[in-house]
């Protein structure tokens, strides 16, 4: 059974810094992509970053180039969020997706985590 675990979001105020994390299993190995999507309330989702493996592309979403870094650990199946410099706008809930599919800059994907939630707020 696929699984995508996240941990690493809380509070932080703006300029503060997070990791996210996102641990993936039953794939065996297999995804092609896997990215970070977030949804803040009354908004839409908007894929902030990814990775495609088949091409080794990555994706930033304007609003997070410079400050939010997109990394993998194969050894441990797992993808990470850096995010420094953080905005109130950037609260949101964050969810790591993922699935065998190209081109990664979006946001439907066939498996997800549980999402994860970022506040920014002094």
């Known amino acids: 059974q696929v699984q995508l675990v996240e941990s690493g979001g809380g509070l932080v105020q703006p300029g503060g810094s997070l990791r996210l994390s996102c641990a993936a299993s039953?794939?065996?190995?297999?995804?092609?992509?896997i990215a970070w999507i977030r949804q803040a309330p009354g908004k839409e989702r908007e894929a902030v970053s990814c990775?495609?493996?088949?091409?080794?592309?990555?994706y930033y979403a304007d609003s997070v180039k410079v400050r939010f870094t997109i990394s993998r650990d194969n050894a441990k199946n797992t993808v990470y969020l850096q995010m420094n410099s953080l905005k109130p706008e950037d609260t949101a809930v964050y969810y790591c997706?993922?699935?065998?599919?190209?081109?990664?800059?979006?946001?439907?994907?066939?498996?997800w985590g549980q999402g994860t939630q970022v506040t920014v707020s002094s």
């Open positions: 997706a993922a699935d065998r599919g190209t081109n990664c800059n979006r946001v439907w994907y066939d498996y």
């Open positions: 039953g794939f065996a190995l297999d995804y092609n992509s």
């Open positions: 990775v495609t493996i088949s091409d080794r592309s990555t």
